[in-house]
RNA sequence: GGUCCGGUGGCCGAGUGGUCAGGCACAGGUCUGCAAAACCUGCUACGGCGGUUCAAUUCCGCCCCGGACCUCCA
């Protein structure tokens, strides 16, 4: 495995990843604020991420990637008030959904998943230190970070203060020193959420729970800080102010990394807009199209926008349906050997700033190899571009395809379980924390089709189809294949016999 | 208005100063009772105008178009 180059946010160029500790890399990435499902665009940076994270751990040996949940905002404060429904309730619904839609795209928990609510000791800590330190002052109820007093603000974002007032708008608020100070705590009234503080009873503003979770569980410096291109000013500026003059000496995230917005139509989908569409929506076409959506989100480099299609979606879903189609075909081989080399050769480009699509287009070089060996025809071309000079013995390419699929996490599942559209049942490789998230959503759909007895149904009609065609009689075979058909099933006969698969 | 990012073949989408991206769709072929699947072949593009260079889709400048951010936002 070679050197790891990340593109960094802050320094406006790829650079080589080298972490404060080889033995220990840490990665913080900002989650949800559950008062709502889970939007597609939401799902870039887990999806991301998860990638990411996946990739650190098949290199260094230990990784703590750090994902909050943020449970306390005024958006869930308004859904509340809107609804009646507790903010409790809200928050810990919202918590469970965004969980089980982030399990069915295949993404991996974080291994600390910390919530703002359980932080805010540490965050009135921390607004104390930069008190202390004259970063921040208290004023009519509230306490603010004085912009002024930290010289390297807008450096992140890219911009100068005097930029960020031109273009503001928002009225400044008449207790603010600077038209730029931001909040970092404020009081509630008796009708909304509050903790004691040194300044009254109130809440936290918005940057600084990230401030505060990330140095609790990753400490005053560490090594990636992630989340969406969005966030860069004004969150992670602040963040960056907050951290930084709470810390003097210490840097901070060391990379910042930053995935592109998904698009509808061409414009952001977000809530504010109003033109988005949740996760659930996704599922509710059927379980096979949350990894479908998980594939269309990786089949475009995370730095790049990203317009969202239905046919978009379609495609990809063809596309596992073929990945899986040659896993099912492929027999055990061993691993090591050519298999390992394979693999590696198809997750390198995931080292250069996880360039997904290409690693993507090796893994169907991989297919095409297999199934040249395996079902017959040339793998010339693709071994050409594998550095392959000798074509791998059947089921060698597929286990080299399962590998680097585990880094991309993607054609994860059962392999005939997916082409006959059965309830899924993950295999070993899949984490039990996923299974169990996926199951317990996804398994009740397929019970309930009464899917045993249809399968048997199936093999009825196909076995009443080699009769016919063994008599020879075109006509009654040809009519129980569109017969199956009309009904999703799709046959192909081989020969070994014939197979049947879900459209 | 300010800052930034992008415009690649019918569609999606990597990448590169000179030699292959890849996928989908489409057309043809091998195989097959037919079909499907699989494999093979074809389809050869880089918004416009200048500039640098032996050579630019790739670097520079200008223009056009699209998008993001400018204290709600992944």
């Not at 790891?4 to 406006?12: G, N, P, T, W, Y």
């Not at 799902?43 to 650190?56: E, H, I, Y």
């Not at 509340?80 to 965004?98: V, Y």
């Not at 991996?108 to 998943?113: A, I, R, S």
Request: hydrophobic fraction near 45%.
């Amino acid at each position: 495995m070679t050197d790891l180059f990340i593109h960094d946010s802050a320094a406006r160029t790829t650079r080589r990843f080298e972490p404060i500790d080889p033995n220990h890399v840490r990665m913080y990435v900002c989650g949800p604020t559950v008062y709502d499902l889970a939007h597609l665009g939401n799902a870039r940076p887990v999806v991301v991420f998860d990638v990411l994270a996946r990739l650190l751990r098949r290199i260094y040996p230990r990784v703590t990637y750090v994902r909050n949940i943020t449970d306390v905002d005024d958006k869930i404060n308004a859904r509340s008030r809107e609804s009646g429904e507790p903010i409790g309730a809200i928050t810990a619904r919202t918590t469970e959904d965004f969980h089980r839609d982030m399990a069915a795209l295949g993404a991996l928990p974080p291994d600390v998943e910390p919530r703002a609510t359980q932080h805010i000791a540490e965050m009135i800590a921390l607004i104390e230190r930069l008190i202390a330190n004259g970063h921040a002052y208290a004023a009519d109820g509230h306490v603010l970070f004085s912009v002024p007093s930290f010289a390297d603000y807008g450096k992140l974002s890219g911009r100068s203060p005097d930029e960020l007032l031109a273009g503001a708008r928002v009225d400044v608020a008449p207790y603010k020193r600077d038209a730029g100070d931001f909040v970092l705590w404020k009081p509630s009234d008796d009708a909304t959420p509050g903790w004691d503080s040194p300044w009254g009873r109130g809440r936290p503003g918005w940057h600084i729970e990230c401030s505060a979770m990330s140095w609790k569980h990753l400490g005053e410096e560490f090594d990636i800080h992630g989340g969406g291109h969005d966030l860069i000013f004004p969150h992670h500026e602040n963040e960056v102010a907050q951290s930084v003059c709470a810390f003097p000496g210490h840097g901070f995230a060391h990379y910042w990394m930053h995935n592109g917005m998904l698009l509808v139509d061409g414009e952001k989908m977000s809530k504010s807009l109003g033109n988005f569409m949740t996760v659930r929506d996704i599922l509710d076409k059927g379980w096979r199209f949350g990894e479908a959506f998980r594939l269309l989100l990786l089949r475009t480099h995370y730095r790049q926008a990203l317009d969202f299609t239905m046919a978009g979606l379609e495609e990809a879903k063809a596309e596992l349906d073929d990945h899986y189609a040659m896993l099912s075909r492929a027999p055990a081989a061993p691993g090591g050997g050519i298999a390992s080399q394979l693999a590696d050769w198809a997750v390198a480009p995931l080292l250069d700033d996880l360039n997904t699509p290409l690693a993507l287009a090796r893994l169907r070089d991989l297919r095409t190899l297999e199934n040249a060996v395996t079902v017959g025809g040339s793998p010339a071309v693709a071994m050409e571009r594998a550095r392959l000079t000798v074509p791998p013995a059947p089921g060698v390419a597929a286990k080299a395809f399962r590998e680097a699929a585990g880094v991309l996490g993607v054609a994860a599942w059962n392999a005939d379980d997916w082409l006959k559209g059965r309830a899924p049942r993950a295999d070993a490789a899949v984490p039990g924390a996923m299974l169990s998230a996926q199951v317990s959503h996804l398994q009740g759909q397929a019970v309930a089709s009464g899917q045993h007895d249809e399968e048997a149904d199936i093999d009825a009609a196909i076995a009443a189809r080699l009769a016919a065609r063994k008599a020879k009689n075109w006509a009654e075979a040809d009519r129980i294949r569109d017969e199956l058909k009309a009904q999703g099933i799709v046959l192909e006969d081989g020969p070994a016999g014939t197979t049947w698969r879900r459209a």
